[in-house]
Structure formats: structure tokens, C-alpha cells
T-cell receptor
Framework: GAGVSQSPSNKVTEKGKDVELRCDPI?????LYWYRQSLGQGLEFLIY????????KSGLPSDRFSAERTGGSVSTLTIQRTQQEDSAVYLC??????????????FGPGTRLTVL | TQLLEQSPQFLSIQEGENLTVYCNSS?????LQWYRQEPGEGPVLLVT?????EVKKLKRLTFQFGDARKDSSLHITAAQPGDTGLYLC?????????????FGKGTHLIIQP
């Protein structure tokens, strides 16, 4: 079956521009997560959705970052007025249900964002 | 803030050797997961350990959860070039909340033929 997909796979933008990253989770997965991975680093949690609501936005680095999810499916992560430090791979994951000790997350391939 | 420290950060060994990767924290986790990530791809779940002292085996990989559920180890026997990748440990919140996982920075493993 289809896994988690993300688009675009690569995005190069100029400092100050806005970017929108898209995530299509596995069908039927109610929980959706966004992470950021800088070069050579582990994953930094950004935001979590349960259905269309985001009970945990604690990881968003600044108010330039926002995310939404519609129809309990597709999610978009928007970064406004991009800065060079925003350059990273943005990973999306989904799971059948959020939280809990099992919380098996299935990851997409990521979007590599480069801010010039 | 819950933190997971992984060691070593980098490891390059010859095919056929054994190795152990460690994941340590001062915090208690309700469960701990190990993922493997290859370049250009997202992490893929290898195993979830839940019970303190639990040992799980996946072919040549042996995973152990510490008795106090604060640490874990991954042991690979007779490493193969196909084992090359970034190994990440991730802890699920002990508070039972629906947070994202807390990830370590990973161990970059290279198995040379």
C-alpha cells in the first residue's frame, strides 16, 4: 500500500520568501507529526495533529512556522519569511493513533529545504 | 525536557565484526524505539521495547531496554555492509501524552566490506 508521501522532495528558496511543504499521510492514520532534521543531527519535533487539531505545537521554532491539516488527511507546513537557519530536511510521519507506548510512526522521505 | 544521548556518534568497522550502540537518558520513557535511516529516506522503525529489562532480537540485531527504562542498547552481530545507516533511538513520553517522539542525534554506522 501507499506510504507517507511528501512534496516537493527538494525546495530551494531565497531568504525572506514563504514556502509551503505538503504531507500526505497513510490513509486511515489519525495522527500526523512534523519533524525537522538538520545535517548530521537527530529529529527535532515540530508539531503533532490528532485529526485536524493540533494539541501540541510546542516544537514550532518561531511564529514564522505554522501548520494545518484538513479533512483528517493532508497537512501543510508553512514557513514565512524564510531564514538560512531554516535549511533542513522536513520529515512528516503518521500513525494509526497518536501517543501511547507503541506509537509506531511511519515516515515520509522528507522535503529538503535550502534557503539561500 | 527529555533528552536522549546516543553513543558513539560515528562508527566505522569491518564486515563481520560485532558492535554495540547506546542510548541513554536521565528521564524515564514509557517505551523506546529504534529506527534506521538511509540517505534520502525517512527513518524506518526496527523495534519497540516497552518493559524494563526487555530483550528483543531481530535476526542479527539485539535490542535491550534498561531495567529503569532510561536507557537502551542495540547490538549487531557479524555486521554486514547492508547494516550501514543512521541508527536513531526515540523515546515515547512517560506521561502518556500524545507528543512527538524524543529522538537522539543518532549513530552513523558504516560497515566496510
Amino acid at each position: 500500500g501507499a506510504g507517507v508521501s511528501q512534496s516537493p522532495s527538494n525546495k530551494v528558496t531565497e531568504k525572506g520568501k514563504d514556502v509551503e511543504l505538503r504531507c500526505d499521510p497513510i490513509s486511515g492514520h489519525t495522527a500526523l507529526y512534523w519533524y525537522r532534521q538538520s545535517l548530521g543531527q537527530g529529529l527535532e519535533f515540530l508539531i503533532y495533529f490528532q485529526g485536524n487539531s493540533a494539541p501540541d505545537k510546542s516544537g514550532l521554532p518561531s511564529d514564522r512556522f505554522s501548520a494545518e491539516r484538513t479533512g483528517g488527511s493532508v497537512s501543510t507546513l508553512t514557513i514565512q519569511r524564510t531564514q538560512q537557519e531554516d535549511s533542513a530536511v522536513y520529515l512528516c510521519a503518521s500513525s494509526v493513533v497518536g501517543g501511547g507506548i507503541w506509537n509506531e510512526q511511519f515516515f515520509g522521505p522528507g522535503t529538503r529545504l535550502t534557503v539561500l | 525536557t527529555q533528552l536522549l544521548e546516543q553513543s558513539p556518534q560515528f562508527l566505522s568497522i569491518q564486515e563481520g565484526e560485532n558492535l554495540t550502540v547506546y542510548c541513554n537518558s536521565s528521564s524515564v520513557f514509557s517505551s523506546l524505539q529504534w529506527y534506521r535511516q538511509e540517505p534520502g529516506e525517512g527513518p524506518v522503525l526496527l523495534v519497540t521495547v516497552v518493559t524494563g529489562g526487555e530483550v528483543k532480537k531481530l535476526k542479527r540485531l539485539t535490542f535491550q531496554f534498561g531495567d529503569a527504562r532510561k536507557d537502551s542498547s542495540l547490538h549487531i552481530t557479524a555486521a554486514q555492509p547492508g547494516d550501514t545507516g543512521l541508527y536513531l533511538c526515540a523515546g515515547a513520553s512517560s506521561g502518556g501524552g500524545a507528543d512527538g517522539l524524543t529522538f537522539g542525534k543518532g549513530t552513523h554506522l558504516i560497515i566496510q566490506p
